[in-house]
């Protein structure tokens, strides 16, 4: 009787054990289940402005080199001095090019009097051959050589004219390059502008084999505004756009440009594409050279999805948005683009309303089961 009482006992004993060893398993579980706070995918338009270096440049530059070998006989210009278009700048001597021309004006002179008498001689034999011809007329009065005679000397008169006259115009050709060549020897200004470098002095040894130039030459009115925009920014910024920027020498000035040229192809080196910005420069304030930072407006052609920027996470391997559906967690791949304030710019597969923790990190693996808590967009 006593053996049975304690194997009952021990029994009631083992299912109390079990019992409480299951509610301890389910209490356990049920505080594994952590919660996350989460927040809405938004779509909205991009519209920021983010500061980018440039560069001014002239509108137009020119090296001005001499042409033609002489000797600097003037300069009328130096470093810093603004000259109008044509305007004289330097003069050049060169006493080789003086007896050229001479000897040119003489050959096309003689060339003009053997034209003038090969032309007299066409004259009188093609008269001699008019009047032999009326008088053949009349039978026993011409001879038939005679006239034939009279004849082939008319052409070939004819024939030493034209040559005369391919011979004059050479000639006179001739004499037109030297005398274009002479007036190489004035050095005028080919555009409005600055004088932003002299190398030359009066009495130098100039020539058309030199390296380095006489002057040069720079715009200072109208200026270009280069801009290397990352091909990220290139997008939905249309030509004529205004665009706001500023140079270290004007710290509390604000200028602006027009966007008037862009390339439409990124350099693979800097992965950057070209613009250039005209920008008006009336007083000259600007100077060319200048480095500026401009405020590069960011612009899309459609809205675009927009997450907290802590949402994002990123390893060794991807970069992702970790979403939360029906109380459990998965990864989603994204692209981030620009950043908005508080917010990124995403790219990938979501939706606006899609709700993703509020901070993305690999400590929540895709597949856990969490109770989601909403918390405010930025």
Known sequence: MNRI?????????????????????????????????????????????????????????????????????????????????????????????????????????????????ARAKLAADQSTYEKLKSASQTPGVVAGNDLLLAEKTAEADQSQVKALERSAEAAKQALQAVTATEQYLRITAPFDGIVTERNVHPGALVGSSQNMPLLRVETLQRLRLVVPVPEIYIGAVPEGTKVAFTVPAYPDATFSGTIARISHSVDVKTRTMPVELEVSNPGGRLTPGTFADVRWPVRRPSPTLFVPTACVGTNLERTFVIRVRDGKTEWVDVKAGAISGKLTEVFGDLKPADEVAARGTDELAPGTKVNSRHAQNP
């Not at 305007?87 to 053997?114: H, K, V």
């Open 5 to 117: 009482c304690a194997i009952s006992l021990l029994l009631v004993l083992l299912a109390e054990g079990c019992t409480s060893s299951k509610n301890n398993t389910v209490a356990a579980n049920t505080s594994a289940v952590q919660t996350v706070d989460v927040v809405r995918v938004v779509s909205q338009p991009l519209s920021i402005e983010v500061k980018l270096p440039a560069e001014l440049q002239p509108y137009e530059v020119v090296a001005i080199f001499s042409k033609v070998s002489g000797f600097v006989e003037k300069i009328s210009v130096d470093r810093g001095s603004h000259v109008k278009s044509g305007q004289l700048m330097a003069l050049l001597s060169a006493p080789e090019l003086a007896s050229r021309r001479a000897e040119a004006q003489s050959q096309a002179q003689a060339a003009e009097s053997q034209l003038a008498g």
